[in-house]
């Protein structure tokens, strides 16, 4: 089973930026849809981006335009380039990794993201 390490979190003010990075070992990253998901405080999970390994990307609605998602297969890392950052956008964010040989989502440990207004 893979596993997924995320960095790059911290504080940072109302427009500022921030880049994540997510980690993973294995050998199966190159085939694998890696997604970030994010947990704000009182609501549910939510996905705001994902990349396939087609480079196929998706976002939520709520961070198109401020916010990418990028993938370096040679690295086995994926990032979370997140600008333009609001108070709304602080959560705790997770990587993830989706495989069809495993039988459920890789979840990395998280790391907090908070923007201060």
């Known amino acids: 089973q893979v596993h997924l390490v995320e960095s790059g979190g911290g504080l940072v003010q109302t427009g500022g930026s921030l880049r994540l990075s997510c980690a993973a070992s294995?050998?199966?990253?190159?085939?694998?849809?890696m997604g970030w998901y994010r947990q704000c405080p009182g609501k549910q999970r939510e996905l705001v981006a994902s990349?396939?390994?087609?480079?196929?990307?998706y976002y939520a609605n709520s961070v198109k335009g401020r916010f990418t998602i990028s993938r370096d297969n040679a690295k086995n890392t994926v990032y979370l380039q997140m600008n333009s950052l609001k108070p709304d956008d602080t959560a705790v964010y997770y990587c993830t990794l989706d495989y069809v040989g495993y039988s459920s989502r890789t979840w990395g440990q998280g790391t907090q993201v908070t923007v201060s207004s």
């Open positions: 990349i396939t390994g087609s480079i196929s990307t």
């Open positions: 294995g050998s199966i990253f190159r085939l694998a849809t």
